[in-house]
């Protein structure tokens, strides 16, 4: 039993290390360290260790959607803006609002998860219910 605790432990830590988020995280950090912003996807790569670079892509494909960074050219892509602008009132205004609404989406989700959780366990007693049972439900052609 102990064994099965340690190696889900060791798995889950893994896991994130190896998660895209995390790999996000380390590569915007490495982008906001590059000179003028600007970064060769392939340096970030080997920098990174990533064994698939389609992570890289994946990563910066996402930033360019957004309109945070604009490729120079092939596998070099550089911040649109300077890494100050992240720290104006406007952004951290909007930075607010959204961290308001990601609360407010997780109070739904808990509440329907509720109210799911209750539909579940009242089908499981109408299935179990006898008076339910003695009275079968027949679908007739009309």
């Known amino acids: 039993m102990e064994f099965e605790t340690t190696e889900t432990a060791r798995s ?3 896991r994130h290390e190896k998660s895209l988020g ?3 995280i380390k590569f915007v950090s490495l982008l906001q360290e590059a000179k003028d912003g600007v970064l060769d996807l392939k340096v970030a790569a080997d920098s990174l260790a990533v064994k698939q670079k389609r992570r890289i892509y994946d990563i910066t494909n996402v930033l ?3 309109g945070l960074i604009e ?3 092939k596998n070099v892509i550089q911040w649109r803006c300077e890494t100050k602008c992240f720290q104006t009132g406007e952004a951290l205004e909007q930075v607010n609002v959204l961290k308001a ?3 407010e989406l997780e109070a739904q989700e808990k ?3 509720n109210q799911k959780a ?3 366990e009242n089908i499981k007693h109408l299935n179990h219910d006898p008076i339910v049972n003695t009275y079968p439900f027949y679908d007739y052609i009309f």
């Open 71 to 73: 490729k120079k050219n």
């Open 12 to 14: 889950t830590s893994s």
């Open 22 to 24: 995390l790999l996000t």
């Open 118 to 120: 209750w539909l579940e």
């Open 64 to 66: 360019e959607g957004v």
């Open 111 to 113: 509440e329907l998860d």
């Open 101 to 103: 609404q990601i609360a």
